[in-house]
């Protein structure tokens, strides 16, 4: 049996791999790719030890959770990371990512920067009246630094968010010694500038891991098999609280007289914004056959 161990980081076909002897530099053994299987940051896996810091990666323990983009496993927590200036706020864009975690079985949170230039109650309202965790930080003022570390304890977490919304910089400032690399917004493009290249963890003082992603600016449905009309609902943990109400099994909880989703968004049991996010990502979808859906979800 192999020396167990956690990987960091992924480059190059390089992994970082911290285990309870050290931290050593592997190489994937070639029957990965023969069996289609990418390791990725977070994975806990079987490594041999070759010579000093170096080893041979040599199997991918069973995975919790996986998302594709970025590539990463075994997640506790999953911070949207959003913006209140620029980049301006995108709440579909938001409410994918979160259904994407909700989908795998991570606990989203939902952790708008920048909020010293704009206000951020309302976009917080809808996440705080569906039960999932959210709230304000800036990693130049220092606020809400604490409630960013206090979740992070212990935990396996990752950062994603659009491009420019901050999310090294708030990285930074919870996690002093990070020194992580940030940037800018371009002001030809209205966009942030990729300062992040790749998936990294970093060991946190408290305990657990946090790694800082990629920005991005869309968010490709298929990529993060959120293609099943059936289970996509249940991304939206406040309308799917409703959805055996319905009057009819077939419901889509778009249009239908009888759905019990619908009465509950015009009741205010649900924020009307999470339900258009809902019935945007349903339209996106709504053409992909059920034999379709099975091959993806495989």
Known sequence: ?????????????????????????????????????SPCAGDRVEISLESGETGALTAILPRKNYLPRPPVANLDRLFVVVSMAEPAANRL??????????????????????????????????????????????????????????????????????????????????????????????????RGRHTTRQVEFYPLEEGGYAADTPGFSTFDLERYRLTDRERLIFGFRELAAHVGECQFTSCTHTVEKGCAVLAAVRAGKAARSRWESYAAMYQEIRDVKIWEQKNRRA
């Open 1 to 37: 049996m192999g020396l167990e161990g956690f990987v960091r980081k992924c480059l190059g076909g390089f992994y970082t791999v911290e285990t309870a002897q050290g931290v050593y530099t592997c190489r994937a053994r070639g029957r990965f790719r023969k069996e289609g299987i």
């Open 93 to 190: 864009l938001i409410d994918k990512a979160v259904a994407a975690a909700e989908l795998a079985g991570i606990e989203p949170v939902v952790l708008v920067t920048k909020a010293d230039l704009a206000q951020a109650e309302e976009l917080l309202a809808a996440y705080q009246r569906a039960g999932i965790l959210c709230g304000a930080a800036s990693g130049q003022t220092g606020e809400g630094l604490e409630f960013v570390r206090s979740l992070t304890a212990g935990k396996v977490s990752a950062f994603i968010g659009n491009s420019g919304v901050g999310k090294s910089t708030l990285l930074n400032g919870a996690f002093p010694g990070l020194e992580l690399e940030t940037g800018g917004i371009s002001q030809k493009l209205g």
